[in-house]
């Protein structure tokens, strides 16, 4: 079984300002993790993902997030918002290479507003 | 170009109707999804199809029903549309063996039933 839980529904930063969304997963093997984006009344964009190997993984638009095992994390990181990161973002788990089919489950997603 | 193409992009249709999404992928990817996007922006997976074969089947409505002519295109029919299927689904797909990658979507397809 897999879920993913991200907290606040709803952030707000200033433009300039560090953004953090939070997301935490639970698994019971390995977990491939990933970070989608949906701008308004578009498709989903896979952001970053985590596979295997450096916890840090570097995604598109200046953002990052960071594997943490221990704290079965996986927060969605950016140095300093800008006016277009305005969107919805989805965290999503899914089964490592066990074999099987990959069944995404996705968090509920968070509202970035950037104020200017 | 396009990855997962999915038509239409929005339909507008009244209770009763059948209707059919289609979608296709260009990835060679052997698996393929539907989710479903609701009000309040939550994704939950529908169906899920491996190499033509239905893999996950969720609780849905039998209302609802894919078929998987080959591996690149998963459709989606929807029989006596109810007011409660607004929603915007999604199409995705996803390469099982190589396990690397997260599923790419496609732009979704606004369904609004009156």
């Known amino acids: 079984a897999q879920s993913v839980t991200q907290l606040g529904s709803h952030v707000s930063v200033s433009e300039g300002a560090l953004v953090l969304l939070r997301c935490n997963y639970s698994?019971?093997?390995?977990?491939?993790l990933f970070w989608y984006v949906q701008y308004p009344n578009q498709g989903l964009q896979l952001l970053l993902k985590?596979?295997?190997?450096?916890?840090l993984v570097k995604g598109i638009n200046g953002f990052e997030a960071e594997f943490k095992k221990s704290e079965t994390s996986f927060h969605l990181t950016k140095p300093s918002a800008h006016m277009s990161d305005a969107a919805e973002y989805f965290c999503?788990?899914?089964?490592?290479?066990?074999?099987?089919?990959?069944?995404?489950?996705f968090g509920i997603g968070t509202k970035l507003q950037v104020i200017p | 170009d396009t990855a997962v193409s999915q038509t239409p992009k929005y339909l507008v249709t009244q209770m009763g109707n059948d209707k059919s999404i289609k979608c296709e992928q260009n990835?060679?990817?052997?698996?393929m999804y539907w989710y479903k996007q609701d009000s309040k922006k939550f994704l939950k997976i529908m169906f899920s199809?491996?190499?033509?074969?239905?893999?996950i089947n969720e609780t849905v409505p039998n209302r609802f029903s894919p078929k998987s002519p080959d591996k690149a295109h998963l459709n989606l029919h929807i029989n006596s549309l109810e007011l409660g299927d607004s929603a915007v689904y999604f199409c995705?797909?996803?390469?099982?063996?190589?396990?690397?990658?997260?599923?790419?979507f496609g732009q979704g397809t606004r369904l609004t039933v009156v």
């Open positions: 199809y491996n190499n033509k074969e239905l893999i």
């Open positions: 990835l060679g990817h052997d698996t």
């Open positions: 995705a797909s996803s390469q099982v063996e190589q396990g690397v990658r997260g599923a790419f």
């Open positions: 985590y596979t295997t190997g450096a916890t």
């Open positions: 698994s019971s093997v390995p977990p491939y």
């Open positions: 999503a788990v899914t089964r490592g290479p066990s074999g099987g089919y990959q069944k995404v489950t």
